[in-house]
């Protein structure tokens, strides 16, 4: 596996943030990166200091389907009839970078307050961290977990789900897939928190080369798409 690959990785097992590009030609854009059951509420903190975009959780598809979760997109195709309006604003959801948008539902924990200080967000992100790897790992009931993360989390929220591709960066190459599948890869729990790098300066997404730069100064690694991409092709075929 490529070093920086395999470092990444390391850095997330640890609990460290790794900036993840996507593709040239696609979002081109940067996003903070962690494991989701490692986060504390100073992860969060960085992540809005740091990075200022929106804090989501992406999952693998199998949490997701066992969880009983679903794309946002199939919960307004669901309501047409009772309100049209998102006939017009969703009427065939495609982000303007090609892809359809990865977004489930939102969610806080029962245990939060209002859902959006550091400390409630890193405990909604943290619980479903530890219940998605759950999930994902053991063959357990899907009846019980379902009723196991009724229990423990509410809609709508302060904190965004995504859901990865099923066939994860084989299917679509978004930040929800790419750092899915950078953890899948590691053996690691295929659940991610992760936020866009925003430039405050040109009010524009931070550069690549300013994104390099934030990497090298906090002696964080920084992976790109195409690492991706190249690293999963070759653990299919292993």
């Known amino acids: 596996m490529d070093e920086n690959i395999s470092l990444a990785i390391k850095n997330l097992a640890e609990g460290k943030f790794v900036l993840v590009y996507d593709i040239d030609g696609r979002e081109e854009e940067v996003d903070l990166v962690c494991l989701a059951e490692k986060v504390t509420p100073k992860h969060i903190y960085h992540l809005r200091h740091d990075a200022g975009g929106l804090i989501c959780i992406a999952m693998h598809a199998n949490i997701a389907e066992k969880l009983g979760l679903p794309f946002m997109a199939e919960i307004y195709s669901n309501v047409l009839e009772q309100y049209s309006i998102f006939n017009q604003i969703a009427p065939d959801i495609v982000a303007p ?5 990865s977004f489930s539902v939102t969610i806080n924990h029962v245990d939060t307050y209002t859902g959006i200080t550091d400390i409630d967000r890193a405990l909604t992100i943290r619980e ?17 977990y379902q009723n196991l993360f009724g229990s423990k989390f509410r809609a709508p929220g302060h904190t965004h789900l ?14 929800t897939e790419l750092t899915v599948t950078l953890a899948y890869m590691g053996g690691l729990s295929p659940v991610s928190v ?11 997404a931070l550069s ?7 990497a090298k100064n906090y002696n964080l690694v920084m992976v790109e798409g195409n690492q991706i991409l190249k690293a999963y092709s070759n653990f299919l075929e292993r």
């Open 208 to 214: 690549i080369s300013q994104a390099k730069e934030y």
């Open 194 to 204: 992760l936020c866009e790098m925003l430039d405050g300066k040109t009010g524009k």
């Open 97 to 101: 970078y090609g892809d359809k948008p």
């Open 128 to 144: 479903f961290g530890l219940l998605g790897t759950e999930v994902f790992r053991n063959g357990g009931s899907i009846k019980n």
């Open 162 to 175: 995504l859901i990865a591709n099923k066939d994860l960066v084989k299917g679509r190459v978004g930040h």
